[in-house]
Every structure is written in structure tokens, then in C-alpha cells.
């Protein structure tokens, strides 16, 4: 029997789980980055038909129309081109705030999946944090660091992001401890930074890309839920859930389109991250 040198074995290992990625089922994810990123850039860069932040007072609750595609709110304000404007602040946001716990999260778990003291240290640390409801907690971090920065948003988001990363990648991390390849890697004198970051991590890119885009589907809905109480973007630069909330007021009198057409742009860009993370899931679960 041949044997396979351990680095021989785990590089083969990386590229028979990374080899989906090419796959031509993966065609959702890339329709869904497409949209998210086209949806984005239309919004930082493509002329709108009125400006988002100037309102027409003469034309305040206007239904759809040929003039106003998506009528005009209370204040006058374009609908669609506010809608189109928020998609370019909403989007980068939820995303640099899921990059961000990304980036802290998993270095953390790989730590706290390593043998010892030290990652229960971690992980009661990490229960701190989850004995709050999310929300709540996004809502009083980003009260106390300032209500109108959007970058305390992303704070927010991190912080509360950060332990779901960490006892995902621990869970898979404590489970990989126990294979041979693993063990063969101990065996050897590997460090356990090496083995952490050259053997489990590359075996949980998967599980972490469908968390990726699970977190930044709840991050989307956090920002709006947190620019319906008023914390976020100030006025008058617009926010999906702002505008949700400027219009809440109005859906008894038949107006609906003020707070409709943000609301769908919520759901469909959430929609697209959960099939995204769909996608990546049932790929995971054939490898």
C-alpha cells in the first residue's frame, strides 16, 4: 500500500472542498452576488431620476406613476430613488460588518477549538454576550457609541456576529481534532497554530461561507429594524427602514407604496442571501 505524505493528503483534501466552488450548480450564488452587487453600484453610481435628499414639496404622497415610479412619500422625497440611494449605504454596511465579525470570529474559534483551558476561558466570554437578544444589545451598543454614525452600525453588527462565528468554527474545529490526519499531524511535531490554519481551517471554508451569508441576510434586517427606531443614517440620507418607518403611518389610508417598495427591497435582497446560502449548503453536504 502507498503511503500519502500528510501534506500531499491535506492539500488534496483543500482542493476536494473548494473544487465546488467551479461547479456549474453554484449558478445561484453567482446570479445572487451579481444582483447584490449590481443592486449596490446602481445605487452609488447610475443617475437617478430625482434627487433622493430633495424633496418636491408640490408632490407629497403621489402614487406610482409614469413621473415618480414608485410615488413620493410625505415630505415629497422620490420613493424609488431613495429606495435605489439605500442600497448603496444598507448593502456595504451589513456586508463590512459580517467581513468584520469574519474576521474576529473565526481566528477566535480556531483558538478556542484548540485543547486546553483557554477556549472555555473564551467561550464563557462569548456567553456574555449571547445572554442579550441580539437586537437589543445591536440597539444599546450603537445608542452608547453614537446614533447617527453609521459606522457604529457596523460595530454593532460585528460584535454581535463575532460569537456565532466562533462556536460554528469551534464546533467543526472539535470535531476535526479527532481525525487522523489531525492526529498525524501532532504526531509530527505540526504547531497548533499550523494545524489550525493550514488543516481545519481550509475544511470549514464551506460551513463559513453559508454563515457569511446567513449573517449578512440578519445584518440587513438589523439595520433596518435599527433605522425604524431612528438609529442610523440622520436624515434626510435615506435608509430602507426609515423609510418603512415614514410610511407605517400612512398604510391605513390606502398609501402603501411608501412603505412597501423599501420593505421588498429588504426581502429581496435577504432572499437572495438565503438562497446563496442555500446553495452553498446542499453543495457541503455532497462533498
Not at 120 to 139: C, G, H, K, Y
Not at 185 to 210: E, M, S
Not at 248 to 267: Q, R, T
Amino acid at each position: 500500500m502507498t503511503s500519502v505524505p500528510l501534506e500531499a493528503g491535506s492539500a488534496f483534501r483543500r482542493r476536494s472542498r473548494l473544487r465546488w466552488l467551479f461547479d456549474r450548480s453554484m449558478l445561484p450564488v453567482v446570479i445572487g452576488i451579481g444582483v447584490l452587487v449590481a443592486f449596490t453600484v446602481a445605487g452609488a453610481v447610475i443617475p437617478l431620476p430625482f434627487d433622493p435628499t430633495a424633496p418636491d414639496v408640490n408632490s407629497p404622497l403621489v402614487g406610482p406613476s409614469a413621473d415618480h415610479w414608485f410615488g413620493t412619500d410625505l415630505s415629497g422625497f422620490d420613493v424609488f430613488s431613495r429606495v435605489i440611494r439605500a442600497a448603496s449605504r444598507d448593502i456595504p454596511l451589513a456586508l463590512v460588518g459580517t467581513l468584520a465579525s469574519l474576521a474576529a470570529g473565526v481566528p477566535l474559534g480556531l483558538l478556542a477549538s484548540g485543547k486546553g483551558k483557554l477556549g472555555e476561558r473564551i467561550m464563557r466570554v462569548t456567553d456574555v454576550f449571547q445572554a442579550f437578544p441580539l437586537l437589543v444589545l445591536s440597539v444599546v451598543l450603537v445608542s452608547l457609541a453614537g446614533r447617527t454614525n453609521q459606522w457604529n452600525v457596523v460595530w454593532a453588527i460585528m460584535i454581535t456576529n463575532v460569537p456565532r462565528f466562533m462556536r460554528l468554527v469551534r464546533a467543526e474545529g472539535l470535531a476535526l481534532r479527532e481525525a487522523r490526519f489531525i492526529e498525524a499531524a501532532y504526531a509530527i511535531g505540526a504547531t497548533r497554530k499550523r494545524i489550525a490554519f493550514r488543516h481545519i481551517l481550509p475544511n470549514v471554508a464551506g460551513v463559513i461561507l453559508v454563515q457569511v451569508s446567513l449573517s449578512a441576510a440578519y445584518a440587513l434586517v438589523v439595520i433596518a429594524a435599527l433605522a425604524f427606531i431612528g438609529i442610523g443614517a440622520p436624515p434626510p440620507d435615506p435608509s430602507w427602514g426609515a423609510m418603512i418607518k415614514s410610511g407605517f403611518s400612512e398604510l391605513a389610508n390606502g398609501k402603501w407604496w411608501v412603505s412597501i417598495f423599501p420593505g421588498l427591497a429588504i426581502f429581496f435582497c435577504v432572499a437572495w442571501l438565503n438562497i446563496i446560502a442555500d446553495t452553498l449548503e446542499s453543495k457541503i453536504e455532497k462533498v
